[in-house]
């Protein structure tokens, strides 16, 4: 076989991989709910375009073109956070291939082709579109607003590589976060250092040179987008053949005994597992270490700042501090245990103690946001009632609704392996619906409790609920563990297919 045949191939194969799934045709229900999701961000990229059209057309200091790249860094910005929701890497694509009769290069390079020529890309057309008919097209005639929209779009394939190459790194070590940080500061240096106006003006330049057709500037965006492409086909090879190989010698560590959970009994030696797994498996570690480096972030920024400040943000942000840890680790509760759930099924009751100490663990992480957040009181922002009102609610209804999804998940998330575990590569769509209703219910349920009462009330409520559902977990926990049961067959035979 040739290159072109290999691409075409694992082309195909790309295309039947949903139903090849063992979870295919699963949560229906929530991929209808994220169809409608991404409906609703089309035609809200829509709309922003609109606004965007009309305040360029009735500016003085800026072409329409010039306005479109003078936000084009807060674009960039947004795609590669959202990138994170939706796009795999390639590497966690090609370890079926591994083994076949085929150059390893041309597979690597053919999942990364694929993910340039991906359909997502495309979707900021829904914002670059109707933004140049309305302020470009009749500006500077159809051969600028066709070079316009090429440039705009040329900008979110090499963002793709960017994210791929950043997902690739981050994956095997976090601190890589460190890069893309640091790249994006460098990008706001002309806010950083002079203002905002200065800050618009330095890129609203870029403008004139892609939609008037400067050879030089096409050419350097060319030789971005090929070297980050030669990077990532250099880099994620590297990752896929250390993973694959099992590279690097492994040191013996001393065994931690936890004896002070032995006071708990069954539920310590389950607490002491949880413990154990953070400590010793690279992907709970990760997402453990990630729930708090954001946790911690996005505390101090709202204790320190004044950018929510307003009467929605500070809602939804004090919500979202302390649902943080819950939506990125326990959302995928028995997604982890799903590797060795065989073990766990031996002695009756297993799970339901299994679900009480990782419940009784959450809720003992609720003290770190609780304790960054005291600060805001001193200052004012939020009182101590918010404070503890919202902790017990997420602790009650939000963990109670989190932990639902130890009935619904049935694929078995690697325990260290990562960047080619075919347990990766599927999307539990029912987890982002849920994740979306942990965070925004409880703002509605807050904005329509304000609307009929005080806040003093508001939060009074708020407290006396959370603490029903605290007092009562054994009721609940137990209820989804027989859920569990009954489904156990179903779940254990998808968490065998995908490990």
């Known amino acids: ?109 053919s999942f990364v082709i694929f993910s340039i020529l991906s359909w997502g890309n495309l979707t900021w057309l829904a914002l670059f579109l109707p933004y140049a008919i309305m302020s470009v097209l009749f500006q500077t005639g159809v051969l600028c607003t066709l070079s316009f929209l090429i440039a705009l779009q040329l900008f979110i394939v090499l963002n793709s590589l960017w994210y791929m190459l950043c997902r690739t790194l981050i994956i095997s070590k976090i601190w890589w976060w460190i890069l893309p940080i640091t790249v994006y500061a460098i990008i706001a240096l002309p806010w950083i250092l002079k203002d905002v106006e200065h800050f618009f003006e330095f890129y609203a330049r870029f403008g004139d040179w892609f939609t008037h057709g400067n050879v030089l500037a096409y050419l350097a965006l060319f030789a971005a987008i090929a070297l980050l492409f030669y990077i990532n086909l250099k880099v994620q090879g590297h990752y896929i053949y250390k993973e694959v190989t099992d590279q690097g010698t492994k040191k013996m560590k001393s065994v931690t005994t936890f004896n002070f959970l032995n006071r708990f009994g069954e539920t310590g030696e389950y607490l002491k597992l949880e413990v154990k797994s953070i400590m010793r498996n690279k992907n709970v570690r990760n997402s453990f270490i990630m729930g708090t480096l954001l946790t911690c972030m996005l505390s101090l920024l709202i204790a320190y700042t004044d950018l929510y400040s307003d009467s929605f943000s500070t809602k939804f942000w004090l919500v979202y501090v302390f649902v943080l840890y819950g939506a990125i680790t326990l959302i995928k509760v028995m997604s982890y245990e799903g590797n060795y759930l065989d073990g766990l099924m031996v002695y009756k009751e297993n799970i339901l103690v299994l679900l009480r100490a990782k419940y009784f663990f959450y809720i003992f992480l609720l003290a770190l946001p609780m304790l960054l957040m005291l600060p805001t009181v001193f200052m004012g922002k939020y009182s101590l009632l918010n404070l503890i009102s919202v902790a017990t609610f997420t602790a009650g209804p939000v963990f109670c609704l989190l932990m639902q999804m130890a009935v619904y998940n049935k694929q078995a998330t690697p325990l260290n392996t990562k960047m080619v575990s075919r347990g990766s590569v599927e999307t539990n769509w029912m987890q982002v619906v849920f994740e979306l209703v942990a965070m925004f219910v409880p703002v509605v349920i807050i904005s329509i409790l304000m609307a009929l009462f005080s806040e003093t009330v508001t939060y009074i409520i708020l407290l006396v609920i959370g603490l029903v559902f605290v007092v009562f977990h054994e009721y609940w926990l137990r209820h989804i563990y027989k859920r569990f049961m009954k489904r156990r067959y179903i779940n254990m035979d998808s968490f065998r297919a995908c490990r």
Request: charged content about 15%; glycine content about 4%; proline content about 6%.
């Open 1 to 109: 076989m040739n290159r072109f045949q290999i691409y075409r191939a694992l082309y195909n194969h790309d295309k039947l991989k949903n139903r090849r799934s063992p979870i295919f045709g699963q949560n229906m229900v929530a991929k209808v709910f994220v169809g409608i999701g991404t409906a609703t961000t089309i035609l809200y990229l829509v709309f922003l375009a609109i606004i965007l059209a009309l305040a360029a057309n009735s500016s003085s200091w800026l072409e329409g073109y010039e306005l479109m790249f003078s936000v084009l860094p807060f674009v960039l910005v947004a795609d590669f956070l959202f990138r994170f929701i939706a796009q795999q890497t390639p590497m966690q694509l090609v370890h079926p291939y591994m083994l076949f009769p085929m150059p390893k290069s041309a597979c690597i390079e």
